[in-house]
């Protein structure tokens, strides 16, 4: 638990949108800027979905243009199926992130297919990636727990994941609490669970719906893994699970590291005051605990 931590900013795709204010390209492409300032060296920026069925994510080509340079910064999209993967190749990303659910009745609602016919998309995903030469990474989607199917088992994921990344070639498989009801115990159980089917690095995704993300991030930790997603003001949320939270807060993942003297990269004080300008934005007030509480110590 002494190494480097990474931290990947999600807060232009997941923390974005289900926001009920919509940011236009140019604001977005002006947070990616904004987010490059704290320190991120890894952002996952835009969606390739359907601007109609998520407005939040429309014109993700335009966002990518708006960045401009970003030497040395890593610039990813997320997807959901093969055009869309597509999509992100013609756009020029720097890494695409699918999304695999764990339970076939999430892949219905969320991606209009069963988990069977999205292992099929993401081998037509694989081949463009390879052949544009761009790392692919997976997300197993409701890894700890599912709207419609409850409890996800970790011998669950288990198998889904060794198929993922003995399959596919993928360079890094995270598990995703979408919803936010993983406890510590469950993650470190997963974790291990799919650590002894792969040797892909793993990542962590955890929303902070029932407060308990800081808690899954320490157990995670504890299993060696090194990758935390976060999302500036702790902004974001699942729209098929009402009340869901938002990822655990960027500023509030970044103080806790900072107090454990584990290096990560991110500057608190910019991750805190980009935190308050995106949810002032978004007409919001900021979810993260520093932005009332403040770090410690002073």
Known sequence: ???????????????????????????RAELVRRIIATGARRIEAVSFVRDD???????????LAGIGPHVG???????????????????????????IPATDAFAQANQ?????????????????AAD????????????FGCPFAGVVPPDAVARIAKHVTGSFGVAELALADTIGVATPWQVRETFHAVAAE?????????????????????????????????SLAGLGGCPFAPGAA???AMEDLAWMLDRAELKH?????????????????????PRSAIAGAGPFPR
């Open 112 to 128: 209009n297919s069963s988990v069977a016919g999205l292992m099929t998309e993401l081998g037509a995903a694989a081949r463009v």
């Open 132 to 143: 544009a030469a761009i790392p692919l990474t997976v997300t197993i989607a409701v890894a």
């Open 265 to 285: 990269g991110i500057s608190v004080s910019a991750a805190l005051e980009a935190g308050r300008a995106v949810a002032a934005q978004l007409g919001v007030a």
């Open 198 to 230: 792969t040797t892909v690095p793993l990542r962590a995704h955890f929303h902070d719906t029932r407060r308990t993300a800081l808690a899954n991030v320490f157990a995670a930790l504890g299993e060696g893994v090194q990758r935390f997603d976060a």
């Open 246 to 248: 938002g990822n655990v």
């Open 1 to 27: 638990m002494s190494a480097p931590v990474e931290l990947i900013d999600v807060t232009p795709r997941d923390g974005l949108q289900n926001e009920a204010t919509v940011l236009s390209p140019t604001a």
């Open 73 to 99: 910064v890593t610039i990813a999209g997320l997807v959901l199926n093969a055009r869309g993967m597509q999509r992100a190749a013609d756009a020029g990303v720097d890494e695409v992130n699918f999304v």
């Open 53 to 63: 069925l998520v407005p939040a994510m429309a014109g993700a080509e335009e966002v």
